[in-house]
């Protein structure tokens, strides 16, 4: 009877530990990308669908990897949360890789370098540092480094937003004296509205990368991997030429 009950257990051990591992095994088919529509050039909508270099460059990886990609829009301050609360997978938002966020998350290698700019109106004189918005009402968007940036110079009175035509909006009605924001949406915005223009000060390099959680180690190195070949090949510089 003994023998015949150590028989069982031991079947049912060796059937518990079949199934675990067939579930750790499970290949990944769908990935859920969280990423923040209103950072034109990098992501937002047109038509009702999210475009941008960013999500050029998402679905190309996805492609590498061999994984279906589903984007979920959300605000900006709202992705790490989101990540950590394994909402999504990743994030693809023009994410500047920052020794705070690196607490949080893991990030891919970097995928491009920008700096933050000023914009003001045009008749407005020039600001030709960072330290020059002192004494200011400067708009920034939440989260963003722009933000980062604004609220750690003192004497500046930093106006936060969920979107950055707000703040230009704001700025052109004469509300805020002046934008931070990363270049390439400044540029954007700039040749979209008159009467704003980008001063000739200009900020430190960064550079945006893809996020994950920290547990996740397997998607980011299949993400570095995908994006080194997508570097190679060619296939990035070919994205790049297209969005800028």
């Known amino acids: 009877m003994k023998k015949t009950m150590k028989l069982i257990i031991a079947i049912m051990v060796g059937i518990f530990m079949v199934a675990c591992g067939n579930k750790s095994e499970e290949k990944v088919t769908k990935i859920f990308v969280g990423t923040n529509a209103e950072f034109a050039p990098f992501e937002y909508l047109e038509d009702g669908k999210t475009v941008g270099f960013d ?24 992705l790490l949360p989101a990540l950590q609360a394994n909402k999504v ?53 939440l989260g963003f480094t722009g933000d980062i940036i604004a609220s750690e110079i003192d004497g500046v009175d930093v106006k936060k937003y969920n979107a950055g035509y707000a703040s230009i909006m704001d700025l052109k009605a004469g509300k805020i004296d002046a934008v931070v924001l990363d270049g390439e949406p400044a540029k954007n915005f700039v040749k979209n509205n008159k009467g ?48 800028f």
Do not use: C
Request: no cysteine.
């Open 55 to 78: 999500m050029d460059l998402i679905a190309a990886i996805s492609k590498e990897i061999g994984v279906e990609m589903e984007i979920k829009d959300m605000s900006f301050d709202g």
């Open 89 to 141: 997978d990743m994030i693809i938002a023009g994410m500047t890789a920052t020794e705070e966020r690196k607490k949080a998350v893991n990030f891919s290698e970097a995928y491009y370098k920008a700096n933050q700019v000023i914009i003001t109106t045009e008749d407005a004189k020039d600001i030709p540092n960072f330290e020059g918005l002192k004494g200011k009402k400067v708009g920034v968007i």
């Open 196 to 243: 704003i223009k980008i001063t000739s000060a200009e900020g430190e390099k960064e550079e945006y990368a893809m996020a994950v959680s920290k547990d996740n180690t397997q998607l980011l190195e299949d993400i570095n991997t995908a994006l080194a070949k997508l570097k190679e090949d060619g296939t990035y510089d070919e994205l790049l030429k297209k969005w």
